[in-house]
């Protein structure tokens, strides 16, 4: 329940505030949560998305036999958004600390895309009947990635467009995903 809730509402909602009364295409989270009044509620972002996908996904990696590859790598984006959400980015001030905070949200991002790849790989191979069931899962991420695509050509940039789409696209495919998936039941 209280996933569904941080799933459903929490995240989605709290992301739409956070960006509220900016310009989606021009501007991204980074540049929001370096404002002195949107430096904490970034950082609860980033809380707690992080938090959830790690819990989540932790529990579809649990139906995995030897998933030690796919832990590792939801364990580094969690670290490296934990890394990205208290390195400020103010490009003008501190340009090494705002270089190594996009690497550091770009790399948590890519690699939490990575891992959902993997777990709808990996648990598509375990029976003929996952293989089926697990088909819209795939067929949806491989549509968040093309759209992620489509919106940063359209910007230019990694905007707030693009990272509101992809937290809750990924965010709801994941909760998705674990509340319907059979071994979990």
Request: charged share 10%; with cysteine.
């Amino acid at each position: 329940m209280l996933l569904s809730l941080t799933a459903y509402a929490l995240i989605p909602l709290y992301t739409l505030m956070f960006v509220s009364g900016t310009n989606w295409f021009t501007s991204n989270l980074s540049v929001i949560g370096s404002w002195p009044d949107r430096r904490m509620a970034f950082f609860f972002l980033g809380i707690i998305i992080g938090l959830y996908y790690l819990v989540v996904l932790r529990r579809l990696l649990s139906c995995l036999p030897r998933h030690n590859w796919e832990t590792g790598i939801l364990y580094a984006a969690f670290l490296l958004l934990l890394f990205a959400i208290t390195t400020p980015y103010l490009p003008d001030s501190v340009p090494l600390q705002a270089f190594l905070h996009v690497v550091f949200a770009f790399s948590a991002s890519v690699l939490l895309a990575l891992c959902l790849y993997l777990i709808l790989w990996r648990l598509s191979a375990l029976s003929q009947a996952s293989r089926r069931f697990l088909r819209p899962y795939r067929f949806s991420m491989a549509v968040i990635t093309a759209v992620s695509a489509i919106l940063l050509v359209i910007a230019g940039i990694i905007s707030s467009a693009l990272e509101i789409f992809f937290i809750i696209a990924t965010t709801i495919l994941v909760q998705k995903l674990y509340s319907r998936y059979p071994r979990l039941q």
